[in-house]
Structures are given as structure tokens and as C-alpha cells.
């Protein structure tokens, strides 16, 4: 059984100017342990799919239904706003883009992670300092036992987000999901706490959803990508299936819109014309058709249903891009 | 010929809580007429401050910035003014740049009024036309900043730039802001006015992927000097300086090969305080391969043939 | 939209667009509506007044309003109606004339201190503070003493008392603009100081001046009803609504419509200001538009 099994997860949000569909039909698995990417643009629906599954969508004036969503066994969609506290933060984390956001700043970094673990783990307070100590060792933090005392605005950028990832996985979560958790860093920074999340959840096994609009990390990260658009997953596969062999319009254009530092990108970049997608108005169609250079006479003419392209690999696209 | 814009030993320093930032602490590099540098570095590097020294936006310390030899720390009041029209900038967030409370015609129309290029059914239509040549339709002359996608409002930032006939354009970070699909559009258009109006750029950016795509010179910042600087193909291909190596290797690309062999070269430890600089060598602190001699003072220039020179005295090493 | 017809939106076209947004906000509207009413009013008293309003007529002291006084008579048997209207003529004059004084000294005041900094800055705002360390009205009472109690000399009073304190809020909405990045754009363009304080710093400062400006007005019209209930402004004969309010307390319980008529005016024309302003603000914020275009495509 899938850690994690999403069916017809459908998030909308009432605005003056009409309903929102952020997620459209969702549906994916996540097996225990593995990577799973979830890339898209601005308004893809990305960020929203990892607040539905937390629960953190606020309703009103928001609206989520879902056909499945069950995690470690569980039915989120029936458990309690209580029942659901009591998950997150010990079986499944997020950890945000703006660390600087997610930590309160007139609290010390000790006194947030203590607070979680006293909260979910139940230790005495001697106990969760301990503990505390050791998990900002883990995740790199030099002279841990000082740094207890330290308010966010004394910690750098890459600091901040260990302390989250800290904070994360410090009951051990089953499911870690990181909200475009390296965008805002410095490329060496990136790096380093890339490199830290793989090996801290390769260690322990916590399967990750990691939320990017950079393939590179992706490709560097993740077992398996969902590629997302107009809030609907487009494309679904393993990583070097869709990497080598894009199967959706949407894919092909993301690929071909980003540069490469080993310079094996085309001298002109190809981009994908056009704006990005309304969500108020339903498409009966395909969302990207108004944006897609490889479009056939069946997209005009009805939505294209998913299509499997070798192992474990779909995407819901007439077109047969890669041969 | 000599270069179009010539910058010595630029310093732009700040006074900062009792202590002095040299954000731009000695910057010296050349652009040629119709050529793009890369001025590539990671926060706190001076690379937009670097920019701003350069438009006189912030008036540095010391050093000159020789426009077709012309120094432009020098000037002042009117004649600045007009020196503008020939060096342009284009910002990171597209819609501040742009006033909330004017219709996009009169915010290019403006371009061409402060220089006096255009009266009357001639401005109209000359706005028409540059609106056009950023691939914006004339509609929008209409409309208002905030009713434009971040794409279009960066076009209209461009569209301004170009109203006064620039030579150079100071693109900071102009398409980091920007989904990547839309940020291929942008650079498209870049390139493609470059070649129709032999613009020179200097493109601020942390990200590499993209100023390998687009620069023919790459200058390296770090705590505001320039550690290496070579022609594009070289700093990519072999790249000399430990920071720079560090840097190249971190860079994720898109490939899940690619990613699976690569040997990162992680860097220890966080940027130092700009306030207060590592002596000697200021990156020290974090190269992998740095002496005791690193501390003792502020490696020169080694070239490394074909305009290729970078401060390390470790050059040799291998990382 | 043909080439040949394609507006040059200036300035006053944006603001023909504000107009137009104008009625959505129904408030501003009824506001406005009623301030229209009041001037035209005020503006045709002598012609369409009933009565002189300061003549006497002791045989018709203190009537309840009826067809003959639509608002009763007061001590002196004079039209109520008709003072209030020629009374209103004084009170709107005066509040238009300090809106106007203020606007004309404050503003610049408060612009210059924010865009230029430093000395100049330092200067002003010490000469603008001297200012605010005085109560309002007792500096108004000051002056009015000082230079005679002439309705002009009211006006240049409460004018100098309102102006520092728009200055102030001036110059803060400048000091915020200033350092916004579309203000650096202008300047990497070329723009001089000239078009920097004009087009962008007013434009994105005009918000918060115009409900000031009613504030402004509120309390002028209330000042100079002060002034004159404490004997400084208008002098008797002459009708004013202060002054009506003054010598109407006498009267509260034989005949109170000689004190409700000029007291619910002035309540309902601040009221009116300040509904006014509120419509005025969100007016001038592109943001809030709703063009017909718009509204159009959103139904798309």
C-alpha cells in the first residue's frame, strides 16, 4: 500500500472575480521513502496540492474535496481539525520557501524546536533540549548548544532553513513536503542543503515531496516527477523518462525554455509563447492547447485523457512527442 | 576600438551602523560596443550595487566609469541628464518599476518627453512603435501596471529603456523574477534587440544558467571585487579561481545523468560579514584549498592568457 | 482605436477615467449631491432668499417654521432659512479659502522637506513643528485678536494653522514614495527634479492629500463656527452658522429650531466631506478601477 494515495483531489477558492480551481482532478501516489517532484509554474497548482494534503487551506474561502486522500493509513478528509494537528509536525512536515516567514522571530530557535518535540514527542524538557541539540547538529548547525538561544534574525539564510528542516524531521515524519524550500538561497547554499535533505530522509527512509519550478534540482533530487498545469497534473513519470523522453507539450517547453550552466542548450532558447493560464474559466480542452507548438487535430476536438509512454510513465497529451 | 564603457577601480562604500561596507570595493572591467558581460555573483557579491555605481544611481566613492571617455563620476546636474539616454536599466521587479497611477502610454510617452524626442501624433505613434518592438500590442497603451502579467510589464520596462536610444543597458537581475517559460520570451527579446540595435549589456545575475546563454564575458564577484573574469566559453569550460569552481559545480542542471555524476564542491560555512571582510584573500574562509600565505594579502590579477586572469595565488591546484 | 485618434492620456485623462469611477462609490455620491445642493444654495442666497436676513422684525420673534419661515424665526424675528443660507456663504468661503491656503503652502512645504532631505528638510520641519506646539484653535484666536476680528483674517488664520500639519503628512507620503523603485526608474531615465516631485511623487501622494483636504474643510467650517460662537469671526449682524449656534443656546427650549438648523448643517456637510473624500481616495487608485473593459472580460 502507497504512503500516500490521492484521488480527485479538487481545491477551489471563491474570489470577487469567480471560482479559482487551483487543483483540478489530482490524483498520484507516493510510496514510503521515495522522492516524488511536483514541478510547474506560477499558478500551476503546485503549492496548493501540498496545503490540501496538510490540511492547511483554509476554508472558507477555500474549498477542498477529494474522491481519496489516505496517508500511513488514514482518511484525512474525515479526521478532525484535532486529529489532524496531531499529525502534522509528527508524521508529515512542510518546510516553506521564507524561512525567515515560518519562524517566529521573537522566539528562540531552541524554544521552537523544543516546542514541537514536547508537543508531538513527549519529553520533559531536559529531555527535548537534548534533543534539540543533536537535531541542529544533524542538520549542520556548528556550536548547536549555544545557538539554542538564538533568535531567527541571528542565523543566515541557508542556517534558517536547517533550523526548519530541523524542526521537520524531528519526530521523524513518515511524509516531508518542502514549498520551493531552496529557492530563495544562494546557489552554494542550495546546494549544500540539497544535499542535506537527501542524505537526512535517505537515512531515514521519509519519503519527500519536493515542490520546484527548477528542473535542475529536480533532476538532481527526485525518483519521480508529476509535472503540473493549470492545476492539473500533465505529466507523470520517472525521472529519466521524463527527462530523456517529455511526453506533454507543457514538458517539451519547460525544457526547451531553460538554460543549461553545461552549456548544452541550443543557442536560442526556445520559449513557451504566450501567458500563463486563467483559472476561473473551465477548460473542456486542454489548458496549455492556447500555448502548445505540438498540437494535433485531437486536442481541438476533446480532452486528452492520460496516455501510458513506458513504465509508470503517463501524460495526458495527444501528441506523440518523444518517439 | 576602445570599449564603449571603460570602469576603473570602482569603490561604492556605505556607512552602515558605525561601520563602513565596501559593497564595491576596486571593480575594473571593459565592455565593447554591441557585447553582453555577465556580472555573475551571489548575494552581498556588489553586483547590482556595481550596476547602480555605474548608471550614477549611487554616486561611488571613488573610481571612474569612462563612457566613450567621458568620466560619468564627474558629471553632474544637466549634462548627467542627458548622458543618461545613452546607458539604460532594466529592474528585477518589473511592476515597481513602473508608477501604479500611469497608463503605459504615458510611461513610455515619458521616456520621450524628458528627452524632448517626440511631440504630439509623432509621440503617439512612436509609442505605438516601440511598444511594438517589444512584442506588446498598442492596446495596452490604455492600460495600467497592475492589469499586466509580470512578462508584459518587464516589456514595458525595456520598451522605456529603449524610447531614449541607449548604447548600454544595465539589465539587474531582469529576469530572475520571471516564471521560466516567460523568462525565455524576455531573453529571446534581448538577444534578439541586441543584434538589431548592436545594444552592449551588462547582465547582473546569480543565475548561471542563464548568463552562460546569454553573455560573451563573464566577470565573478565575491564581497565586492571580481576574482575572475574571462571570454563566456572559457570561465565555463575552465574555470580558474576555487570560488568560481565551487560556484559552476553547485549549479543544478537539468539532466538526471548530469546530476547523478556530478562531484559538488561544497562550501563551508556562510558568506562573512560585508562589514567586516576576511583580510588577505576574502574568500578564504570558505576555499577549500586556502594557505595561511591566503591571509596575508589581496591576491593580484594572474593571467591565464586570452584576457583570462584571476586573484588566487593557488591557481595551480587542482580542486 | 485608430493611430490617429489614440489619446495622449495626460494627467487629466487619468483623472476623466477617476471620474468616471467615481459613482460606484453610492456614499461619495450622496455626499457630493448634498455639498452641490448646500453651494448652489448658498451661491443664489441673495436672489432666492425669502427674507433680508438681517432684518428685525419684533412682531414675528421666535415662530415655529411653518409656510411663511420654512425654518421658523429666531430672537429677532429674522428668517431662519434665510440666514442660514447667507450664513452658508461665509462658512463654504471660508472652508474652500483655507483648503485652498493650506493645499498651496502645506504641500509644497511637506514636498520639498521630503524629496530634498537633509538641511533643507531640518528647517522646515522645525519651522512647522514652532507651528504645531500651539493648539489649533487658540492660535486661530491669537491671530484673529492680533489682526482684527475680519472675516479674511479668520480665513489666513485657520489657513496657517492647517498647513503644518499637512506638511507633515506630506512629507511623510514623500519619504515613503520616494524611495519606491519606479522613482529610481524616472531618475535612470533622466527625469529631473522637477518631473520627479510633479509626476511621480504628487501622483502617488495625491491619495492621502485629498482626504486630508477634507479633513481640512471639516475643520475649517467647524473653526470658523467656533470662532464665531466665541465672538471672534463674524460680527453681528451678519449671519453665520456659529454664530446662529452662539446665540440660538438661549433659546434650546422656547424654539430649537433655532439651534438644529444651523448645528444639523454643518453635521451633514462634514458628514458629506468625508464621504466625499473616501470616494475620492479610492477614485484615484488605479487599483480599485473596475473599467467597463474590464468587467467585460472578467465575464468572459
Known amino acids: 500500500m502507497a504512503l500516500l494515495t490521492v484521488r480527485g483531489l479538487t481545491t477551489r477558492f471563491a474570489t470577487d472575480r469567480g471560482t479559482v480551481r487551483a487543483v483540478d482532478n489530482v490524483s498520484f501516489d507516493l510510496e514510503e521513502g521515495e522522492v516524488l517532484g511536483l514541478v510547474g509554474e506560477s499558478g500551476s497548482g503546485k503549492s496548493v496540492t501540498a496545503l490540501s494534503i496538510m490540511r492547511l487551506v483554509s476554508e472558507p474561502p477555500g474549498q477542498v474535496r477529494a474522491e481519496q486522500l489516505s496517508f500511513d493509513g488514514l482518511d484525512l478528509m474525515r479526521l478532525s481539525e484535532a486529529e489532524v494537528r496531531e499529525i502534522r509536525g509528527a508524521r508529515m512536515a512542510m518546510v516553506f520557501q521564507d524561512p525567515m516567514r515560518s519562524l517566529n522571530p521573537v522566539l528562540t530557535v531552541g524554544r521552537q524546536l523544543t516546542e514541537v518535540l514536547r508537543r508531538h514527542a513527549d519529553l520533559d524538557r531536559r529531555a527535548a533540549r537534548r534533543r534539540a541539540i543533536e537535531l541542529l547538529e544533524t542538520v549542520g548547525i556548528p556550536n548547536a548548544e549555544r545557538r539554542l538561544g538564538a533568535y531567527p534574525h541571528q542565523f543566515s539564510g541557508g542556517m534558517r532553513q536547517r533550523v526548519m528542516i530541523a524542526i521537520a524531521l524531528s519526530c521523524n515524519p513518515r511524509l516531508l513536503i518542502a514549498d520551493e524550500a531552496t529557492t530563495a538561497l544562494d546557489v552554494t547554499i542550495q546546494a549544500q542543503i540539497v544535499d542535506l535533505v537527501k542524505r537526512l530522509t535517505r537515512e531515514r527512509g521519509t519519503a519527500v515531496i519536493w515542490i520546484s519550478h527548477d528542473l535542475g534540482v529536480i533532476a538532481g533530487l527526485c525518483d519521480r516527477v508529476n509535472v503540473m498545469y493549470a492545476g492539473r497534473i500533465v505529466e507523470s513519470g520517472p525521472i529519466r523518462e521524463l527527462f530523456h523522453r517529455p511526453s506533454h507539450g507543457y514538458t517539451l517547453g519547460l525544457l526547451g525554455s531553460t538554460p543549461r550552466v553545461d552549456g548544452s542548450q541550443a543557442r536560442r532558447l526556445s520559449p513557451i509563447e504566450g501567458l500563463p493560464p486563467n483559472l476561473i474559466d473551465p477548460m473542456p480542452l486542454c489548458p496549455f492547447l492556447p500555448r502548445c507548438r505540438v498540437s494535433v487535430a485531437a486536442c481541438r476536438e476533446r480532452a486528452p485523457q492520460r496516455r501510458a509512454f513506458g513504465d509508470r510513465h503517463w501524460a495526458a497529451c495527444f501528441a506523440d512527442i518523444s518517439p | ?319 | 482605436m485608430s493611430l490617429a485618434t489614440a489619446p495622449q492620456l495626460r494627467f487629466a485623462g487619468s483623472l476623466a477615467l477617476a471620474a468616471r469611477q467615481f459613482p460606484r462609490h453610492r456614499a461619495a455620491m450622496a455626499g457630493l449631491l448634498f455639498l452641490l445642493a448646500i453651494c448652489l444654495l448658498t451661491i443664489l442666497a441673495p436672489a432666492i432668499a425669502p427674507y433680508d436676513p438681517v432684518q428685525i422684525k419684533l412682531g414675528a420673534k421666535l415662530k415655529p417654521p411653518s409656510l411663511e419661515h420654512w425654518l421658523g424665526t429666531d430672537h429677532f424675528g429674522r428668517d431662519v432659512f434665510s440666514r442660514l443660507i447667507h450664513g452658508g456663504r461665509t462658512s463654504l468661503s471660508v472652508g474652500l479659502l483655507v483648503v485652498g491656503f493650506a493645499f498651496c503652502l502645506g504641500v509644497p512645504l511637506g514636498l520639498a522637506s521630503g524629496y530634498f532631505g537633509g538641511r533643507i528638510d531640518n528647517l522646515l520641519m522645525r519651522l512647522v513643528d514652532a507651528f504645531l506646539t500651539f493648539p489649533p484653535l487658540l492660535l486661530a484666536v491669537a491671530l484673529v485678536g492680533l489682526l482684527g476680528p475680519d472675516i479674511q483674517n479668520v480665513m489666513l488664520a485657520l489657513g496657517l494653522v492647517q498647513a503644518p500639519v499637512l506638511a507633515r503628512m506630506v512629507r511623510g507620503s514623500t519619504l515613503a514614495v520616494r524611495e519606491e523603485v519606479y522613482v529610481m526608474a524616472a531618475r535612470a531615465l533622466g527625469a529631473g527634479p522637477g518631473r520627479i516631485v510633479l509626476s511621480h511623487l504628487l501622483r502617488n501622494v495625491m491619495s492621502p492629500i485629498v482626504v486630508q483636504l477634507t479633513i481640512v474643510f471639516s475643520a475649517a467650517i467647524i473653526a470658523e463656527a467656533s470662532l464665531s460662537f466665541l465672538g471672534f469671526g463674524t460680527q453681528p449682524p451678519n449671519p453665520s452658522w456659529g454664530r446662529d449656534m452662539s446665540e440660538a443656546r438661549r433659546f434650546l427650549g422656547d424654539a430649537p429650531w433655532m439651534f438644529m438648523a444651523p448645528t444639523l448643517t454643518i453635521a451633514l456637510c462634514v458628514l458629506s466631506i468625508n464621504f466625499l473624500g473616501d470616494g475620492l481616495r479610492d477614485a484615484l487608485d488605479p487599483r480599485s478601477w473596475r473599467t467597463r473593459r474590464a468587467l467585460q472580460e472578467e465575464r468572459r
Open chain 2, 1 to 319: 576600438m576602445t570599449s564603449l564603457l571603460q570602469v576603473e577601480d570602482l569603490h561604492v562604500h556605505f556607512a552602515a551602523q558605525g561601520a563602513t561596507v565596501k559593497a564595491v570595493d576596486g571593480v575594473s572591467f571593459a565592455v565593447a560596443r554591441g557585447r553582453t558581460l555577465g556580472l555573475v555573483g551571489e548575494s552581498g557579491c556588489g553586483k547590482s550595487t556595481t550596476g547602480y555605481g555605474i548608471l550614477q544611481l549611487v554616486r561611488p566613492t571613488a573610481g571612474r566609469v569612462l563612457y566613450r571617455d567621458v568620466d560619468l563620476c564627474s558629471l553632474g546636474g544637466e549634462a548627467l541628464r542627458r548622458m543618461r539616454r545613452k546607458l539604460q536599466i532594466i529592474f528585477q521587479d518589473s511592476h515597481a518599476s513602473l508608477n501604479p497611477r500611469m497608463p503605459i502610454g504615458e510611461l513610455v510617452g515619458e521616456a520621450l518627453d524628458i528627452h524632448g524626442l517626440a511631440r504630439g501624433a509623432a509621440r503617439n505613434a512612436r509609442v505605438r512603435e516601440l511598444l511594438g518592438l517589444v512584442g506588446l500590442a498598442g492596446h495596452l497603451i490604455e492600460r495600467y501596471p497592475h492589469e499586466l502579467s509580470g512578462g508584459q510589464a518587464q516589456r514595458v520596462a525595456i520598451c522605456r529603456a529603449l524610447a531614449v536610444e541607449p548604447e548600454l543597458i544595465v539589465c539587474d537581475e531582469a529576469v530572475s523574477a520571471l516564471d521560466v517559460s516567460i523568462q525565455a520570451q524576455i531573453v529571446n527579446l534581448l538577444q534578439d534587440l541586441q543584434e538589431r540595435l548592436g545594444l552592449a549589456y551588462i547582465f547582473i545575475s546569480h543565475d548561471l544558467s542563464v548568463v552562460r546563454h546569454v553573455s560573451d564575458e563573464v566577470a565573478v564577484m565575491y564581497l565586492g571585487k571580481i576574482v575572475e573574469m574571462a571570454a563566456k566559453e572559457r570561465i565555463y569550460t575552465v574555470p580558474a579561481h576555487p570560488y568560481t569552481k565551487a560556484l559552476m559545480s553547485a549549479v543544478p542542471v537539468p539532466d538526471p545523468d548530469v546530476e547523478a555524476t556530478r562531484r559538488r564542491i561544497l562550501l563551508a560555512g556562510d558568506l562573512p560579514n560585508p562589514a567586516n571582510p576576511p583580510s588577505g584573500c576574502r574568500f578564504r574562509t570558505r576555499c577549500p584549498i586556502a594557505v595561511p600565505a591566503c591571509a596575508d594579502v589581496d591576491p593580484p590579477p594572474q593571467a591565464l592568457g586570452g584576457g583570462h586572469w584571476a586573484k588566487c595565488i593557488r591557481l595551480e591546484e587542482r580542486l
